[in-house]
Structure formats: C-alpha cells, structure tokens
DNA sequence: GTTACAGATGGCATCGATAACATAGGCTCT
DNA sequence: AGAGCCTATGTTATCGATGCCATCTGTAAC
C-alpha cells in the first residue's frame, strides 16, 4: 500500500525474457523463430520463461527490423454478392493464418478507380507484404500499377496488371455448364441475364454461354444485363415476360434469378413449366426457395485460399484452380412439347 | 549499364524527406501529424518533399514509437448470417477508415471458446488498438478476460467480460415488433423457430417473443430451435406442419423462414392463407422470393460503425443504438376465419 | 598437435518514427 | 527593460526485435 507494489504493467519485453533465462535476447530471438542453432536445453529454459512471463512477441518492432510485417491485404467489395464475398474472406484468412498471415481488410463502396487506388495506397501504408483484390476492376490506373509493383498482389478474376498475378475461377465454365444444362434438356434457346460489364465474372459467364450456344449451332439472343440485386433480375424478368417464346433462361447469380422468377410468374409463365432457369452460385437459399433452383456452385473458399497460396508462395499462376459443378433442382425442367 | 544506375530501391524515410525540405525529421512528423505548431511555409516545404520523393509513412515505426497500432481487430464468425456479417464488417471498415484506423480480422470457424481465445491472441500479438467481437459469445474464459482487460474492447451483442463493454442491438424489441404484428392481424397463438440457444440474438428474440405473448395474456409454446440455416428452418417447419391449430409462426431469421415456409406447403398449408410467416433481418432475397416476406430490419452497418465508435470515444456505452422497422409484405395474413 | 570447422551463444548497430527535452527568437506585460 | 511565455524548430534517447559479426567450445581431419 506504500507504493511497494507498484507495477510498471508494461508488457514484457525479449529482454525480459534474456534475463529470466539467463540468456541474451539473441538466443531467445533464434528460439522463437525456431532458428536450427539453438541447445534443446537452453530452448527449454527459454520457452520456460516465456510462458512464465506470459510473453508476447512484439509485432511492429519485427516488422521494423525484419522488413516484413507478416499481413495481408485483402480488398472487399461492400456490396453485391454476399455469399461469395464472405466465403472469399473465410478461405483467404484461413489460409493466410495458417501460413502465420493476418488478415487486413479494405472494402470500397462500389466499382470504382479513385476508391480502389486509395485502399490500396492505405493497405500499402500498413506495410501489408501482399494483396489479395477480390475486386473486378477492370481498368487499371497508374497509381495501381505503382503500387503493385512493390508490393505482391493477385488479383481474384480481375484485369492483370503488369505484375499482378491473377487466379482466374474459370466462370466461363459456369455459363458453359448452365447453358449446356439447358441444352440438354431440349431447349433450342436460351436467353441470359447477365451481371453488370464491369464485371469479369459476368463478362465470362456471357461468354460461356455464348460459346456453348455458338457450338450447338444456335444464335446468341441479345444478353439483358442485371448488376446482381434481385431486383435488377425481376425488371429484367418484366422483359422477358413480355417475349412470346423464351422457354429456358439463365441468369448470372442466384439472387437475380429468384427476381427473374418472381417476374415471370407475375406475367403467368410457369417456372419450370413453361420456362426452365438455371443461375450460378448455389447460395444456400437455393435450395429453400420456391422453386428450388438448379445453380452452378462454385467453390469460393477454396478459391480465396488459392489466392493467398499464390502470393505466399509465388505458386503457379495457374489459370483455373476453381471447379465449378451444377447442383440440379426444380427450376429446370425440358419445354412443353406442344 | 556500368552500375551507375543502380538504385537502392529503398522506400524514402521521414530523414529523406526532411534532408529535401531543409527540415529536422521531427519538423516532418509535426508536419504529417498536423501538428498545430508548424510555420504554413514550413509545412508547405515538408510537403512538396513528400509529394516529390513519393513519402509513404513506416507504419511499423510508427507503432513501435508511439506504441499504437491505428488498427483495430474485427472477431467474426465464420458460419451463419452472412448478410449481416457483411452489414457489420462494412460498418467497421468504413467507422475505423473514417478515423484512420485499420481492421484486421480474424474469423472464427464455430462459437468455440478455445478458437475464441486463439483468435483474441491473434489480434492481441498484432497489437491492435481496439478489438470488436462481432460474435454472440456466451461464456467468457480466464483467458478471454486477460486480453480484454489489456485492450479495450466492444461486443457487438454478445456476455460482458469484466472490461469488455457491450453494444446492444435490442433483439428483443424486433421479437416483439414481430410477435405483434401477428398478434394485431388476430391470431391467438405464435409458434417460434428460434436460433441457436447459445445465440445471444436467439435468446434476445426469444425473449422479446414470449414477453410480447405474455402481455396479450397468452401462454407461449415451446419453442422450436434452429441453427439459423434453411435447413433447420425445413425441419422445424415439418414438426410445424403436423400441429394442426399452428397459424401463426416467428422465426428467428429469414433464411430460416423460408425453411419453415417450404415444410409447411410440402405438409399442405398454404402461406399465408393457411399459416402466417415473420421473420428477422430483411435480407435483400426476402423480398423476391416466394412468397414476399414479412420481416424486421435490423440496421447491421450502423451496429458495426456504433461498435466502432464505442470503442474509440469511449463513448456512452448506450444500452441500444440500432432500431428495428417491420417490412410488410405477403407472408402474413389476418387467420381464416372459420 | 595444429588446423579447420560446425554448433551455440553474445554484442552491437539498426530499422523509422516519436516523445521528451532543449533552444532560439519574438512578443506581452508590468 | 527584464521576466515570462508562446511559437517554431532541432537534438537525442527510445521503442523491441533482428541481422551481422565476433566469440568460444568441442571435435573431426590431417
């Protein structure tokens, strides 16, 4: 009570840790960091003391001396794509921990250069050792190049920029199975609603289902572009309504292809009766929603992890690590045969 | 060629930038810190050097100096409610931004109090300033009290450790917004599918639910637990669908709802002719899906920016910050009148 | 019995920004 | 005019871990 027992409560530092030990701050440095150098005795003792202690590392002064701050950035798109987008964190900080990688996080409010270029710029300021962008840019500004070339990122299924890598989820394939789906059931045609161009998974998945229907020897009808909200799908929905012979459509994400339902049922069409709909993301609604809809899942876990395995371990860029596969349920059915 | 082009590469440093401004480094730091006693001229020079030499402050001094990170940890869990762990995450981002902090996260698989602690050590070791949990963690351990007692700390809804403050979302007020609004169309009796009981959010909604029905005088059925994904709502709604007088039901979330929704046709009833449908949280499909769900927003952005600046005023620890609102759509009906 | 060399450890400078203190003018007040 | 003070700036020590080099002890090689 006289000040006897006053604690400094600063946390303890390595040298601490050197004293209790009885060795310098050197060998515990080298203990800590698993150095091979180090007499399993002396390891012992100072493990000892770290426990005892309750020591913890200080992060800012390794990164200061050692260069590397052991961080990843990630930049987030804050809307569209709920599910995907938290599946892409999940799978990024997973393997970002496992490697002994945090997790930063920017998120800009929409598509756009000036927002992309100041997260990046904030990541680049936090000393972030990589960048994960789950962000489709498309145009890539000079700011962006700067900042990439000192600083290793890949990009998600966005533009390349010179030395951005990018881990491309094959999306192609997802429009290519959805139509080929359709196809196969007996459709001669079928329309699409697409996401938003600026996007490169909607670009792609238009161009898959251009392709397949390319090589069934069947015209493209004009794609009507949605920006994934329900909502846009049921005004483009309203559209299709109002055309005498659409049997079979798909839709670029789950979320607009329950707006398109909802709008071709209001105009009388039948789901799956009178008109099939296949989408792409297999959210967990799909299923539970009336009808359940027949999706194309994609793994976007496993594709977050596969980026933060790119960029830690300079892997391959390989092209396609995503599979995709279609989960059939009740929104697809062959056309009346009348 | 010779070697004369030879760069060091190395990113300028506050000493670089003062060496080109004809300054003192500390002038620089005044400078960029907005320092109040600084000549405008001076501060002018200071910044055409930094502008010239492309100056990009050294977070990880700055830390080890100051002894603050600028960076705070976000808790999330991984499973579970991905619309408003999105909602959350942006609201953080954009609040800590806004203050010039940064958010690392760190995400938990499953409520685990052993993964809890990991992930709390995580952050801890990353020296953030400020931790947010946005996950609804009912028993604390020693360990959680430790580092929370060294860090200042908000729980989005969830137990209050000794030093932890917590924010509330007043889950019970959107139990009750949705067990009158059922009341009010004239059923006698509301069921509930419930989230899972270690859920503070369950509990809340739960609670909010009973009290709503003890106040109209009517004794509450037990209550039907979920775990918050459409397939539990699917199970619970097939118990549902075997108890004849059942023609009001709240569940606990939306996906949920739409479970319960499926079951119950499946067994026969018709929604909402049949049996009367509320749910919580307003998800963007709720709208869209059939039928249009009757549900209560609950403004989860403006949680995660309240969380935030909780955490860094030290602000009111305010009982309840977030308002709950009743969409009404076509879930819900007056009972037949038979 | 030197030499050579690997293993184990310590000493010291260093990373870049900041806090704390020091200094030098210029101004106000009595 | 001198005390007192505020403004603008520089100097120095410091945060905590690590990289690099030095040191010391065995021990294998010649």
Avoid at 159 to 165: K, L
Avoid at 189 to 206: F, L, T, Y
Wanted: hydrophobic share 40%; with cysteine; aromatic share 4%.
């Amino acid at each position: 009570m006289t000040g006897a027992t006053e604690r400094p409560a600063r946390q303890p530092s390595m040298t601490d840790v050197a004293r209790t030990a009885g060795v310098s701050a050197q060998t515990v440095s080298r203990t800590l960091r698993d150095s091979p150098n180090v007499n399993p005795e002396t390891r012992k003792r100072v493990l000892a003391a770290v426990e005892q202690l309750g020591y913890r590392f200080n992060n800012a002064a390794r990164v200061l001396s050692s260069g590397r701050s052991h961080t990843i950035g990630l930049v987030l798109l804050q809307s569209g794509g709920y599910y995907s987008r938290s599946a892409v964190t999940a799978g990024v900080e997973a393997a970002a921990g496992e490697e002994g990688y945090a997790v930063s996080i920017a998120t800009i409010a929409r598509l756009d250069t000036g927002l992309m270029e100041r997260s990046l710029s904030k990541l680049a300021d936090q000393g972030v050792d990589g960048i994960v962008i789950a962000v489709p840019l498309i145009s890539v500004t000079q700011k962006m190049e700067d900042i990439t070339r000192d600083i290793p990122t890949v990009t998600l299924d966005g533009s390349r920029t010179a030395s951005a890598r990018v881990l491309g989820i094959d999306q192609k394939e997802a429009g290519r199975i959805a139509t080929r789906h359709l196809l196969d059931l007996g459709h001669r045609q079928v329309w699409h609603v697409s996401g938003p161009d600026e996007w490169i998974e909607a670009r792609q998945r238009r161009q898959g289902w251009q392709e397949c229907l390319a090589a069934a020897g069947v015209e493209a009808p004009p794609p009507l572009e949605g920006d994934w909200s329900p909502d846009s799908g049921y005004r483009q929905g309203q559209v299709l309504a109002m055309i005498p012979d659409v049997t079979a459509v798909f839709a670029a994400s789950d979320e607009m292809a329950f707006g398109v339902i909802r709008a071709l049922r209001e105009g009388g069409r039948s789901v799956p009766a009178d008109v099939s709909i296949v989408s792409v993301d297999d959210i967990e609604l799909a299923a539970y929603c009336a009808p359940p809809l027949t999706t194309v899942r994609q793994d976007f876990y496993r594709s977050g992890a596969a980026a933060v395995a790119l960029l830690l371990r300079q892997a391959d860029a390989g092209e396609t690590l995503v599979t995709a596969s279609l989960s059939v349920r009740a929104s697809t059915a062959p056309p009346r045969s009348r």
